[in-house]
């Protein structure tokens, strides 16, 4: 729609600069065709039918269906019949600053980052909403879309209320039917804590030796405690921080893949592009070739 504040350049879709959030429904017949995003994106199945293809296979989907996509994750929709489906996109800076204490909390914590992160989702989270939460949901998407035209300077906290309610409506339901709900209980600090140090520098030649020192915490005992929250132990959360931020790279700028596995901590071409292709399920030069489309080379912290 032409007033909505995401643009498509080739297979990427990004935001207008400026823009944090953004909710808006969209109807699919046949096909929407392969991409991937710059954001964040929680998309909720209102009405119709069709197919969700992306690494983690085909899925049908069906009116109560949501799914938690990172940046960087690509998908399309096949043969759709009037498939409704109401999105909800908000950008990784605004998770990092305005939404960064959702990370402590059980529900959302998990619904946005360690659940994405566990096991082989790959970055992906799915779940299925009964009739009520879905209309319970669809009404603070209303609510977010209802703004989208006021200054964001001036409705800030509307924003981030509308969406936080949307968002904690999702991860009940998730903490409700995921299989590995358990790991939704309260997040020890020491776990939050070394998140927080290895994305600051995901550059850096983490071992678990080296972290559970920062923490001052006996190795074995991290690795426990990180693995009861995100079933993952901690160089494997590393692992998928780092792909995500060269999937980044690769789509906004023309540093050489080599330079962009050095940049998120793997010097080793060979070792980035088996990670890279592991995660991902195509390779550097592939996902590059296929999505960037904005090409300028930034300084990175």
């Known amino acids: ?29 046949n096909s929407h065709p392969l991409h991937t995003h710059s954001f964040f994106e929680l998309l909720l199945v209102t009405g119709g039918e069709g197919i969700h293809h992306s690494l983690a296979g085909r899925q049908k989907l069906e009116a109560g269906d949501a799914i938690l996509l990172r940046p960087g994750v690509w998908h399309e929709y096949v043969d759709c019949e009037a498939l409704e489906v109401y999105n909800c996109c908000f950008s990784a800076d605004l998770v990092r600053r305005e939404l960064a204490w959702a990370r402590e ?8 980052w360690t659940g994405p992160f566990s096991a082989e989702r790959r970055g992906m989270l799915a779940t299925h909403l009964d009739p009520a939460t879905m209309k319970e949901a669809v009404g603070h998407l209303d609510g977010l879309r209802q703004l989208r035209n006021q200054p964001l ?6 924003v981030i209320g509308w969406l936080s309610l949307y968002l904690s409506c999702v991860a009940r339901t998730v903490a409700e039917r ?4 358990e790991h939704t209980a309260q997040t020890h600090p020491a776990v939050l804590d070394a998140m927080r140090l290895m994305e600051a520098d995901p550059a850096r030649h983490w071992t678990l030796t080296d972290l559970a020192g920062e923490l001052h915490l006996a190795p074995g005992y991290l690795v426990r405690l990180f693995k009861s929250v995100t079933g993952l132990p901690p160089m494997a959360y590393l692992s998928r921080h780092r792909v995500e ?26 070792y980035f592009a088996r990670r890279f292709k592991s995660h991902y399920g195509l390779p550097a030069s592939v996902y590059r070739e296929r999505f960037n489309a904005v090409k300028s080379t930034p300084s990175y912290r």
């Not at 300077?153 to 509307?158: A, D, K, L, N, P």
């Not at 931020?245 to 060979?270: F, M």
């Open 1 to 29: 729609m032409a007033d909505e504040p995401v643009r498509t350049r080739g297979t990427v879709l990004h935001f207008v600069e400026g823009t944090v959030v953004h909710a808006g429904p969209h109807v699919h017949e």
């Open 153 to 158: 300077s001036q409705h800030r906290g509307e």
């Open 105 to 112: 909390d059980p529900l959302l914590g998990y619904l946005l």
């Open 178 to 181: 995921d299989e590995r709900s």
């Open 245 to 270: 931020l060269a999937a980044d790279r690769l789509l906004h700028t023309d540093l050489p893949i080599s330079r962009i596995g050095e940049s998120v901590g793997w010097p080793d071409q060979n």
